[in-house]
Nanobody, 114 residues
Framework: QVQLVESGGGLVQPGGSLRLSCAAS????????MAWYRRAPGKQRELVAV???????NYADSVKGRFTISRDNAKNAVYLQMNNLKPEDTAVYFC????????WGQGTQVTVSS
């Protein structure tokens, strides 16, 4: 049974930081491209950051320079370090794993507000 479990969300003030974690089980983690998506209120889900199985990186323009995605294949985990958070980063953040099949976590809420 495949599971992607996100953690680390919460309420933070503008300019603050959060680190999201996603623990994967039931998959051969190292061969999967891992990504973080988010869905803001009233908006469609959008890609935030991607890390390939070989470590290649890609970011949405809106988070470049503020967010960093990383992975630890020994721990079957992917992370999203989010710095200088803005109110427009408020969203539910989802972990995604894909090869020929795509898996999703349940999401973790991030709220940026003063």
């Amino acid at each position: 049974q495949v599971q992607l479990v996100e953690s680390g969300g919460g309420l933070v003030q503008p300019g603050g930081s959060l680190r999201l974690s996603c623990a994967a089980s039931g998959i051969i983690f190292s061969i999967h491209t891992m990504a973080w998506y988010r869905r803001a209120p009233g908006k469609q889900r959008e890609l935030v950051a991607v890390i390939g199985s070989g470590g290649s990186l890609n970011y949405a323009d809106s988070v470049k320079g503020r967010f960093t995605i990383s992975r630890d294949n020994a721990k079957n985990a992917v992370y999203l370090q989010m710095n200088n958070l803005k109110p427009e980063d408020t969203a539910v953040y989802f972990c995604n794993a894909r090869t020929t099949t795509t898996y999703w976590g349940q999401g973790t809420q991030v709220t940026v507000s003063s």
